[in-house]
C-alpha cells in the first residue's frame, strides 16, 4: 500500500499547490492514501471547515495538526470531523480526537497525531501516549501512521527507535524543513525527521523573507505574511507491506509547481 505524506500546507499558496500538484502526483504514483498537516492551511497559522473541505476535494483523506490547530476559533467547526485530527497528547477535555482508523481499498489504516514537549507547550508525554494507543490499534489495524510534531530533532528520532516494531511509519512534521534522513528502522518502520512543508519555498518557513529578516535585525514586533514564489508540494511516499504493517519503502516528495 502507498501512503502520501504531505508537509505542513502554508496558507493559500500552500493549498493552491495542492490542487494544482496532487490529482496527477496521486494518480501518477498509483497512490492509495493521502495524510497531510494541515494546521497551517488557513492564513498561514490553523484551521477552518471550509479549508479542510477544500483539502479533501484534492483527494487528501486525513488533516493531522499540531500546536497552532486552535489558533482559529472557527477550528471548532471542524475539529469533531473524523477526517480531523489534533495531538492526541494534549490533556483531557479538549475537542477532537488525536487519532482514527480509516479504511481505504479494503485496508485499515491507523493514524495518530503526536505534539512534542521540547521547546514547545509542556503537554502530556507523547512517548506513553503513543504507547497506549499503539498497543490498541494494532488490534484493528497493521498499518499504523505516527505523525509527530515536535521542534527538536532528538525528539522525533526518540519516537522513530521508541515505536520500530509496532508502527508502519513515524514522520516528523513542525519545522518546515525537508530533512535528508528518511530510512527503514531495524523492525520496519519507516522514518523521516521532517517531511518538509508546502507552499512558497522563497520565503522564510512560508512567510515574506523580509519581514522576517527585519525582526532578527531589530528584534522588533513584525507583522509575518504569506510569501509568494518557489512554491513546492514536499512529503513522503511510503510503501507498506498490507500484511505485516512493515514499511517497504520511503521516499522524499518535492515536486515544484510550474
Given at each position: 500500500?502507498?501512503?502520501?505524506?504531505?508537509?505542513?500546507?502554508?496558507?493559500?499558496?500552500?493549498?493552491e499547490t495542492i490542487a494544482k500538484i496532487l490529482p496527477n502526483l496521486k494518480s501518477g504514483r498509483q497512490i492509495d492514501m493521502v495524510i497531510?498537516?494541515?494546521?497551517?492551511?488557513?492564513?498561514?497559522?490553523?484551521?477552518?471547515?471550509?479549508?479542510?473541505?477544500?483539502?479533501?476535494?484534492?483527494?487528501?483523506?486525513?488533516?493531522?495538526?499540531?500546536?497552532?490547530?486552535?489558533?482559529?476559533k472557527e477550528s471548532l467547526d471542524i475539529i469533531d470531523d473524523p477526517k480531523v485530527l489534533r495531538p492526541a497528547n494534549l490533556p483531557d477535555g479538549v475537542p477532537?480526537?488525536?487519532?482514527?482508523?480509516?479504511?481505504?481499498?479494503?485496508?485499515?489504516v491507523a493514524v495518530i497525531n503526536l505534539q512534542g514537549r521540547v521547546f514547545m507547550n509542556p503537554i502530556d508525554c507523547p512517548f506513553r501516549v503513543a504507547r497506549a494507543l499503539v498497543e490498541t490499534l494494532s488490534k484493528e489495524a497493521k498499518i499504523?501512521?505516527?505523525?509527530?510534531?515536535?521542534?527538536?530533532?532528538?525528539?522525533?528520532?526518540?519516537?522513530?527507535?521508541?515505536?520500530?516494531?509496532?508502527?508502519?511509519?513515524?514522520?516528523?512534521?513542525?519545522t518546515h524543513v525537508q530533512t535528508a534522513d528518511e530510512r527503514i528502522l531495524?523492525?520496519?518502520?519507516?522514518?523521516?525527521?521532517?517531511?518538509?512543508?508546502?507552499?512558497?519555498?522563497?520565503?522564510?518557513?512560508?512567510?515574506?523573507?523580509?519581514?522576517?529578516?527585519?525582526?532578527?535585525?531589530t528584534s522588533m514586533p513584525t507583522r509575518f505574511e504569506l510569501a509568494r514564489g518557489g512554491e513546492e508540494l514536499q512529503g513522503a511516499l511510503i510503501d507498506v507491506?498490507?500484511?505485516?504493517?512493515?514499511?517497504?519503502?520511503?521516499?522524499r516528495i518535492k515536486e515544484a509547481l510550474r
Amino acid at each position: 500500500m502507498k501512503i502520501l505524506f504531505i508537509g505542513d500546507i502554508v496558507g493559500s499558496p500552500g493549498r493552491e499547490t495542492i490542487a494544482k500538484i496532487l490529482p496527477n502526483l496521486k494518480s501518477g504514483r498509483q497512490i492509495d492514501m493521502v495524510i497531510a498537516n494541515g494546521e497551517n492551511a488557513a492564513g498561514g497559522s490553523g484551521l477552518t471547515a471550509s479549508i479542510a473541505y477544500e483539502l479533501f476535494s484534492t483527494g487528501i483523506d486525513v488533516l493531522t495538526s499540531g500546536d497552532h490547530i486552535f489558533k482559529k476559533k472557527e477550528s471548532l467547526d471542524i475539529i469533531d470531523d473524523p477526517k480531523v485530527l489534533r495531538p492526541a497528547n494534549l490533556p483531557d477535555g479538549v475537542p477532537g480526537r488525536g487519532f482514527g482508523v480509516y479504511e481505504k481499498n479494503k485496508i485499515k489504516v491507523a493514524v495518530i497525531n503526536l505534539q512534542g514537549r521540547v521547546f514547545m507547550n509542556p503537554i502530556d508525554c507523547p512517548f506513553r501516549v503513543a504507547r497506549a494507543l499503539v498497543e490498541t490499534l494494532s488490534k484493528e489495524a497493521k498499518i499504523i501512521i505516527v505523525d509527530i510534531h515536535a521542534e527538536a530533532t532528538s525528539e522525533k528520532i526518540a519516537m522513530g527507535w521508541f515505536l520500530d516494531g509496532r508502527i508502519s511509519a513515524c514522520l516528523g512534521t513542525h519545522t518546515h524543513v525537508q530533512t535528508a534522513d528518511e530510512r527503514i528502522l531495524p523492525e520496519g518502520c519507516a522514518f523521516i525527521s521532517d517531511v518538509g512543508m508546502t507552499g512558497s519555498c522563497d520565503s522564510v518557513i512560508g512567510r515574506k523573507k523580509e519581514q522576517i529578516i527585519e525582526r532578527f535585525l531589530t528584534s522588533m514586533p513584525t507583522r509575518f505574511e504569506l510569501a509568494r514564489g518557489g512554491e513546492e508540494l514536499q512529503g513522503a511516499l511510503i510503501d507498506v507491506d498490507q500484511d505485516t504493517g512493515k514499511a517497504r519503502s520511503i521516499e522524499r516528495i518535492k515536486e515544484a509547481l510550474r
